[in-house]
């Protein structure tokens, strides 16, 4: 009989961003969407938009102010009235592409969707949306080995640090051999060579620090 297939492991990704991340949003729309891309039966994915922040009492005060909390919040009621990752993600990306505040293309990313704005603005704009952003900023601020920069990002409880870009071959090759064979972003025909440490992102504007 042929020998069993060993099972394929779900990676749990957790994603501490902030909406209006230059580095964050070039993440979301390279790296991370081309793992979800190549593997997204093999993904359980969150987001935890706070980053950066000051957390003053319970009074948060964004890196790149109002306009950021105010995208965090929507980014949160959108993934607590749509928990699956696959529902939430396209909208989430939308908001992320975009060099506008977030706020200015919430109603686009959201309807185009088929989400209901108006329930997600509810919470954003209500005490949901704050309770939601406290417990981001409780979970962020509780990190341990804490956050450096954002976008940072958690695979099965180990950070990546600056290799985030690295994301996808690094899924690859935690991959039995007989699940990665049939993933064909994982043999690309031409290889980018993996990030050195000092990666071209880190020593750009991209990643956001503290």
């Known amino acids: 009989p042929p020998a069993p297939q060993a099972p394929v492991p779900k990676f749990?990704?957790?994603f501490y961003m902030e909406s209006e991340c230059p580095g964050c949003k070039s993440?979301?729309?390279?790296a991370l969407t081309d793992?979800?891309?190549a593997l997204a039966d093999h993904i359980q994915l969150r987001a935890i938009p706070y980053g950066n922040a000051n957390l003053n009492g319970t009074k948060i005060m964004c890196q790149h102010g109002h306009a950021e909390c105010a995208g965090n919040k929507v980014?949160?009621?959108?993934?607590?009235?749509?928990?699956d990752w696959t529902a939430w993600f396209p909208a989430f990306k939308c908001i992320e592409s975009s060099d506008k505040p977030p706020l200015n293309v919430t109603r686009k990313c959201l309807s185009a969707q088929g989400m209901d704005v108006d329930a997600v603005m509810q919470c954003a704009d209500g005490e949901q949306g704050e309770l939601l952003h406290l417990k981001a900023a409780k979970e962020t601020l509780g990190l341990d080995p804490p956050h450096k920069f954002t976008p940072w990002v958690v695979v099965d409880g180990k950070p990546l640090g600056d290799k985030v870009m690295d994301l996808l071959p690094r899924l690859c090759k935690k991959l039995p051999p007989s699940a990665a064979a049939s993933v064909d972003?994982?043999?690309?025909q031409f290889k980018a060579p993996l990030s050195p440490s000092t990666s071209q992102l880190s020593r750009g504007p991209q990643f956001c620090y503290p």
């Open 12 to 14: 749990k990704i957790d």
């Open 75 to 83: 980014m949160l009621c959108m993934m607590e009235q749509y928990p």
């Open 185 to 188: 972003a994982c043999h690309p």
């Open 35 to 37: 793992a979800l891309n």
């Open 27 to 30: 993440f979301t729309t390279s």
